[in-house]
């Protein structure tokens, strides 16, 4: 079991602030914990003598528990946690509010509690939650009005409200649980505390969560990429919309805003996000109740064209497609059915089917090599009994060992059969989409399973020259830079054009003149951003035109801007992009998650196309690779129009090489390489701007 085991299973349960008093959170505690629970249950409470018949006792440290649940005012529950800790008690629960969630007097309060729980080396959940529940030895330490059904489902929710409804529906759609944890405000233990517990607990089939933030984004996703090698967990994660780069400076920053790291964290730690409750307990059910697929082929067996055409247009939508039967198997659906059925798949037992027909089409395509998983839709008929045919479902499933899911479509006439295939684990839906989709879950945890272990790719790289130019920036003061800062780049070993940064139109021919006909010439200033909007970038500059380029540049950014800190002009080598493709690339730091990657189509339509792709650095080779493969416009990489494929390893390994700068230099907040020139021969970095600490 994992190691928080002992918050799961104590002997002895002490409630301090028990209470006779109806309605209060104090006795509905020691109510729904002498329901069920095998071990003791000992109230606290100096006022009392007795409470729900049991003997009160005055303090914690005469209850001799080892778990504590607290139920007492704000104003006194640290001093309670702290008895809690000298008496010797690992395990407590804070259900107590008032704490960080009111701001000012509760948070100080909170930090407080925090400084007890780590002076005592407590396990402490909360404060402000509903409790925890561990249905093997019958604990529930919430006050909820009814506690959960057994199952191998574990969970966990940053809403105490959220929990106390799931607990009242899954009682009626026959959802067990293992453990269900309401977080409360996380002051000790957070989500990756009980990913990593019951990862290790053989009774825990599935993780579920709903989550509204995660403490640290990086812990999480260095251990739920360990667990869900072996479980898997699923989660809501609230807050989709969220506007957390509303300040973003860069490109980067506008694009990879709050949500986009943390699809990306949990994409990266192998954790499956559902948009919806239905969505979340669906997957959470087939992977509780059904083995993994060995091949994405599904066969789909109905006795109603219309549903297997929904079913059909389902496995289009995701990562399933439909198998393609051995000619064995169409001649035993050619013997078995008759004329105008369908034995190609999807198959259409037509509507007279009887079971022994439906039974026998599923027994074949079951029997299939391509056949990964099965979907059975039967729509009522007076020739099909329900009740059979559920289980007909679960002898042929349990024979053939193939993940299966039904869509018996139908009122009262399918309760039966609802029993029948709940117990053998077997969803049933209403909605024949539902029940593909469940399947495509299956078959994206057994991608997870399957993945190989990814370590950073690294390079040998200049720290010492990086550092200088992120010394200098600080010695002028700034925290924006510009194309002055691009020697950051060559010290990663990310190819950039040839090119000076000049203050005077006469250094500026003679840099034109080394690098050569023609060039290209950009203001250089950390208060401009957006260079091309003024008119800032001169392209194809012949040597002749250089000096007046020069100062039109300097006049054009002073009417723009007058305070403006002008460091001068760059001369840029012209870079051939006929063939190559504009790209950006990206960095921003997540609070949470720390540094971004991001990847997509770059210029000055870039936060238009809004086509990118998201990962945290740092990056493994097949990440970056991964990333120019996703996003829309790959198929420009590859070649289009008779064009040329662009190096896609040259584009990935630039990736690699920002995410190990910037996680080398944690100062460097947000940063855009646009455009990346991605060509047939490489990736060159033209322009680039950045944002450090101050």
Same mark, same amino acid.
């Given at each position: 079991?994992?190691?928080?085991?002992?918050?799961?299973?104590?002997?002895?349960?002490?409630?301090?602030?028990?209470?006779?008093?109806?309605?209060?959170?104090?006795?509905?505690?020691?109510?729904?914990?002498?329901?069920?629970?095998?071990?003791?249950?000992?109230?606290?409470?100096?006022?009392?003598?007795?409470?729900?018949?049991?003997?009160?006792?005055?303090?914690?440290?005469?209850?001799?528990?080892?778990?504590?649940?607290?139920?007492?005012?704000?104003?006194?529950?640290?001093?309670?946690?702290?008895?809690?800790?000298?008496?010797?008690?690992?395990?407590?629960?804070?259900?107590?509010?008032?704490?960080?969630?009111?701001?000012?007097?509760?948070?100080?309060?909170?930090?407080?509690?925090?400084?007890?729980?780590?002076?005592?080396?407590?396990?402490?959940?909360?404060?402000?939650?509903?409790?925890?529940?561990?249905?093997?030895?019958?604990?529930?330490?919430?006050?909820?009005?009814?506690?959960?059904?057994?199952?191998?489902?574990?969970?966990?929710?940053?809403?105490?409200?959220?929990?106390?409804?799931?607990?009242?529906?899954?009682?009626?759609?026959?959802?067990?649980?293992?453990?269900?944890?309401?977080?409360?405000?996380?002051?000790?233990?957070?989500?990756?505390?009980?990913?990593?517990?019951?990862?290790?607990?053989?009774?825990?089939?599935?993780?579920?969560?709903?989550?509204?933030?995660?403490?640290?984004?990086?812990?999480?996703?260095?251990?739920?990429?360990?667990?869900?090698?072996?479980?898997?967990?699923?989660?809501?994660?609230?807050?989709?919309?969220?506007?957390?780069?509303? %300040?973003?400076?860069?490109?980067?920053?506008?694009?990879?805003?709050?949500?986009?790291?943390?699809?990306?964290?949990?994409?990266?730690?192998?954790?499956?996000?559902?948009?919806?409750?239905?969505?979340?307990?669906?997957?959470?059910?087939?992977?509780?109740?059904?083995?993994?697929?060995?091949?994405?082929?599904?066969?789909?067996?109905?006795?109603?064209?219309?549903?297997?055409?929904?079913?059909?247009?389902?496995?289009?939508?995701?990562?399933?497609?439909?198998?393609?039967?051995?000619?064995?198997?169409?001649?035993?659906?050619?013997?078995?059915?008759?004329?105008?059925?369908?034995?190609?798949?999807?198959?259409?037992?037509?509507?007279?089917?009887?079971?022994?027909?439906?039974?026998? %089409?599923?027994?074949?395509?079951?029997?299939?090599?391509?056949?990964?998983?099965?979907?059975?839709?039967?729509?009522?008929?007076?020739?099909?009994?329900?009740?059979?045919?559920?289980?007909?479902?679960?002898?042929?499933?349990?024979?053939?060992?193939?993940?299966?899911?039904?869509?018996?479509?139908?009122?009262?006439?399918?309760?039966?059969?609802?029993?029948?295939?709940?117990?053998?684990?077997?969803?049933?839906?209403?909605?024949?989409?539902?029940?593909?989709?469940?399947?495509?879950?299956?078959?994206?945890?057994?991608?997870?399973?399957?993945?190989?272990?990814?370590?950073?790719?690294?390079?040998?790289?200049?720290?010492?020259?990086?550092?200088?130019?992120?010394?200098?920036?600080?010695?002028?003061?700034?925290?924006?830079?510009?194309?002055?800062?691009?020697?950051?780049?060559?010290?990663?070993?990310?190819?950039?054009?040839?090119?000076?940064?000049?203050?005077?139109?006469?250094?500026?021919?003679?840099?034109?003149?080394?690098?050569?006909?023609?060039?290209?010439?950009?203001?250089?200033?950390?208060?401009?951003?957006?260079?091309?909007?003024?008119?800032?970038?001169?392209?194809?500059?012949?040597?002749?035109?250089?000096?007046?380029?020069?100062?039109?540049?300097?006049?054009?950014?002073?009417?723009?801007?007058?305070?403006?800190?002008?460091?001068?002009?760059?001369?840029?080598?012209?870079?051939?992009?006929?063939?190559?493709?504009?790209?950006?690339?990206?960095?921003?730091?997540?609070?949470?998650?720390?540094?971004?990657?991001?990847?997509?189509?770059?210029?000055?339509?870039?936060?238009?196309?809004?086509?990118?792709?998201?990962?945290?650095?740092?990056?493994? %080779?097949?990440?970056?690779?991964?990333?120019?493969?996703?996003?829309?416009?790959?198929?420009?990489?590859?070649?289009?129009?008779?064009?040329?494929?662009?190096?896609?390893?040259?584009?990935?390994?630039?990736?690699?090489?920002?995410?190990?700068?910037?996680?080398?230099?944690?100062?460097?907040?947000?940063?855009?390489?646009?455009?990346?020139?991605?060509?047939?021969?490489?990736?060159?970095?033209?322009?680039?701007?950045?944002?450090?600490?101050?």
């Amino acid at each position: 079991m994992g190691q928080l085991s002992s918050l799961f299973s104590p002997e002895r349960v002490a409630v301090i602030g028990a209470t006779e008093r109806s309605g209060s959170v104090g006795r509905a505690l020691v109510e729904n914990l002498l329901t069920d629970f095998g071990g003791e249950v000992v109230p606290v409470n100096p006022n009392y003598e007795t409470v729900c018949g049991l003997t009160c006792v005055d303090d914690v440290g005469e209850a001799d528990a080892d778990l504590a649940v607290v139920a007492v005012p704000a104003a006194a529950a640290v001093d309670v946690v702290r008895e809690a800790g000298e008496a010797g008690i690992d395990d407590v629960v804070v259900i107590t509010a008032g704490f960080g969630e009111t701001g000012g007097e509760g948070a100080d309060r909170e930090r407080d509690l925090e400084a007890v729980a780590e002076e005592y080396d407590l396990n402490l959940v909360g404060p402000n939650c509903l409790g925890i529940i561990s249905t093997p030895v019958g604990l529930n330490a919430t006050f909820a009005p009814r506690s959960a059904p057994p199952g191998s489902i574990s969970f966990l929710s940053q809403s105490g409200a959220f929990v106390t409804a799931v607990l009242d529906w899954a009682a009626d759609q026959g959802v067990g649980f293992k453990d269900v944890v309401s977080l409360g405000n996380k002051t000790v233990l957070d989500e990756t505390d009980f990913v990593d517990s019951w990862g290790d607990d053989e009774g825990t089939d599935v993780i579920v969560g709903y989550l509204e933030s995660i403490e640290d984004g990086r812990r999480f996703v260095e251990v739920a990429g360990e667990v869900t090698r072996e479980t898997p967990v699923v989660v809501v994660k609230a807050g989709r919309t969220e506007a957390g780069a509303q %300040a973003a400076s860069s490109h980067t920053g506008a694009m990879a805003g709050r949500d986009r790291a943390y699809e990306a964290g949990l994409r990266q730690a192998g954790v499956i996000r559902a948009d919806t409750v239905q969505e979340l307990f669906d997957a959470a059910r087939v992977l509780a109740g059904q083995p993994l697929p060995e091949t994405n082929g599904v066969a789909v067996v109905t006795n109603a064209g219309g549903p297997g055409v929904m079913a059909t247009d389902a496995v289009g939508d995701g990562p399933l497609s439909l198998a393609d039967f051995g000619s064995d198997t169409v001649d035993r659906l050619r013997e078995r059915l008759p004329d105008g059925a369908n034995v190609y798949n999807p198959v259409d037992v037509i509507g007279d089917a009887d079971n022994e027909r439906l039974r026998a %089409a599923v027994d074949a395509v079951l029997a299939d090599d391509a056949v990964g998983s099965a979907v059975v839709i039967a729509a009522p008929t007076a020739t099909i009994d329900f009740g059979r045919l559920a289980a007909d479902v679960v002898d042929l499933q349990t024979e053939h060992g193939l993940p299966v899911t039904t869509c018996l479509m139908g009122g009262e006439r399918t309760r039966e059969a609802d029993d029948t295939l709940d117990e053998a684990g077997i969803p049933n839906y209403f909605d024949p989409a539902r029940a593909v989709d469940s399947l495509g879950t299956l078959e994206r945890y057994r991608a997870i399973r399957e993945r190989e272990r990814r370590e950073p790719t690294t390079y040998d790289v200049d720290r010492e020259a990086a550092q200088a130019v992120l010394d200098r920036a600080r010695e002028r003061g700034t925290t924006r830079l510009g194309v002055e800062a691009m020697p950051l780049l060559t010290a990663y070993g990310i190819p950039t054009p040839a090119g000076e940064v000049v203050d005077s139109p006469v250094d500026a021919l003679e840099a034109a003149e080394e690098i050569g006909d023609p060039v290209v010439m950009k203001i250089v200033s950390p208060d401009i951003l957006h260079k091309s909007d003024i008119g800032g970038v001169k392209v194809g500059v012949e040597h002749a035109d250089v000096y007046d380029a020069f100062e039109d540049l300097i006049a054009r950014a002073r009417n723009y801007q007058p305070d403006a800190t002008i460091l001068g002009v760059q001369v840029q080598e012209m870079v051939e992009t006929e063939s190559g493709v504009e790209a950006i690339a990206g960095t921003n730091r997540d609070p949470q998650f720390g540094p971004l990657v991001l990847f997509g189509l770059g210029g000055i339509f870039v936060e238009v196309m809004e086509d990118t792709a998201v990962r945290i650095a740092p990056l493994a %080779a097949a990440d970056a690779r991964e990333m120019t493969e996703e996003i829309r416009a790959a198929p420009l990489l590859s070649g289009a129009r008779g064009r040329d494929a662009v190096d896609r390893e040259a584009v990935a390994e630039t990736l690699c090489r920002l995410a190990q700068l910037v996680t080398d230099f944690p100062e460097i907040l947000e940063l855009d390489v646009n455009p990346l020139v991605a060509r047939p021969d490489g990736a060159v970095a033209v322009d680039l701007r950045l944002t450090i600490e101050p």
